[in-house]
C-alpha cells in the first residue's frame, strides 16, 4: 500500500488558543473532543510547529464548532 502525501498548513496557534480557552477546554479536555494527540496541540500552542496537516486542522475545527465556537481558518 502506497503512503498518500497530505497537505500541510501552518497552523494559527493563537487563533486555537483562544477557542480552546473561550469553550474553557484545558489540553486534555481538547485532545479528547478533537482526537489530536495532546502534545500536538501544545507544541502549536506554544510555537513549536510551524505546520500541521490538514486532517489536523479539520479535528481542531469539527470540536470548535461542537463546542459552539463556529471557525474559519
Do not use: N
Amino acid at each position: 500500500m502506497a503512503a498518500t502525501a497530505q497537505s500541510t498548513y501552518k497552523p494559527d496557534a493563537k487563533k486555537i488558543l483562544a477557542h480552546r480557552k473561550k469553550l474553557g477546554w484545558s489540553r486534555r479536555a481538547f485532545a479528547l473532543e478533537s482526537g489530536a494527540d495532546e502534545k500536538t496541540i501544545r507544541a502549536i500552542e506554544e510555537g513549536g510547529r510551524d505546520a500541521c496537516q490538514a486532517d489536523t486542522l479539520q479535528k481542531f475545527a469539527a470540536a470548535f464548532e461542537k463546542g459552539g465556537v463556529p471557525c474559519t481558518w
